[in-house]
Structures are given as structure tokens and as C-alpha cells.
């Protein structure tokens, strides 16, 4: 997992890079189980919380692993990339922030999530479970 999605990120295949980390993520959640919105979304909570709780409110009602789950999850997967007023950005375009939104000129208003964030904190949760596990790169 780690090798895969670093190799992606390092050649800034950002698209490729998340929609791994999404499939990834969604197997970690809902190991030897077919996948399950809600073990996902738990497993946001709890591993990438400041990610969580940024996208918490985007869509009334959606928990922020909710609309991981629907609006990047199974864009990426199904669609090729996040649905309609969901953007992958930059450390850059977000200032820092694992979400917010963003304006393209000429095109409109965006929910973005930050990849640099992202890609950081899945690496660093697969490097803590692989030594957990008591295995190399997981």
C-alpha cells in the first residue's frame, strides 16, 4: 500500500493517487467484509478526524466520512473523479487546511480536499499499523 500510493503522489498522479487511498482506505475499514459505507465513515472518524470533521456539513445531514464515502470515494472509483462541487487540491490551494472550498474561475465554487493531507496521514497510518502487525510495508 504505502510503495503504491507514494510512487503515484511523488509523480503527481493525484487523481490515480486518491482514488487509491479511497479503495485502500475502504479495504483497512472493512477488512475480510464486503465494503460498508458505515465502517468507512467510522474509520475516517477515527483515523483522519481533522478530515472528518472539515467535510462534517458540506451536505446537510452527511456526516464529513459520509460524504468521503459518497462524493470522493465512489467518484474516484465509479466516475473517475470526485462528483459535481467536490475538487482534490493542493497544500497550496487550501492553505494548509485538509478541506474548504475553493473557486475556479470561470467554472464555479468547489468542496476540496487537500491530497498533500491526505497522502501524508494515510502513509503515516500505514507505517503505525505495519509496525503494530509487526510487518515491513503493509
Known amino acids: 500500500m504505502h510503495d ?3 510512487l503515484l503522489y511523488r509523480n503527481h498522479r493525484f487523481t490515480s493517487c486518491c482514488a487509491l487511498v479511497m479503495a485502500y482506505i475502504d479495504a483497512l ?5 464486503e465494503s460498508d459505507r458505515g465502517r468507512f465513515s467510522r474509520f ?11 467535510l ?3 451536505i446537510p445531514g452527511k ?3 459520509d460524504v468521503l464515502y459518497d462524493r ?23 492553505n494548509g487546511a485538509y478541506s474548504g ?6 467554472i464555479g465554487r468547489f468542496v476540496g480536499i487537500n491530497v498533500d493531507r491526505l497522502v501524508q496521514d494515510f502513509l503515516l497510518l500505514v ?12
Open 4 to 6: 503504491d500510493v507514494d
Open 101 to 106: 472550498e475553493v473557486e475556479v474561475e470561470g
Open 127 to 138: 507505517q503505525r499499523l505495519a509496525a503494530v502487525n509487526g510487518r515491513g510495508d503493509s
Open 63 to 65: 456526516s464529513g466520512g
Open 56 to 58: 462534517a456539513g458540506s
Open 29 to 33: 475499514a472493512s477488512p475480510g467484509a
Open 72 to 94: 470522493y470515494r465512489n467518484g474516484l472509483l465509479h466516475g473517475l473523479g470526485p462528483k459535481e462541487g467536490f475538487a482534490l487540491c493542493t497544500n497550496t490551494e487550501l
Open 44 to 54: 475516517v472518524k477515527t483515523h483522519f478526524a481533522d478530515l472528518h470533521d472539515g
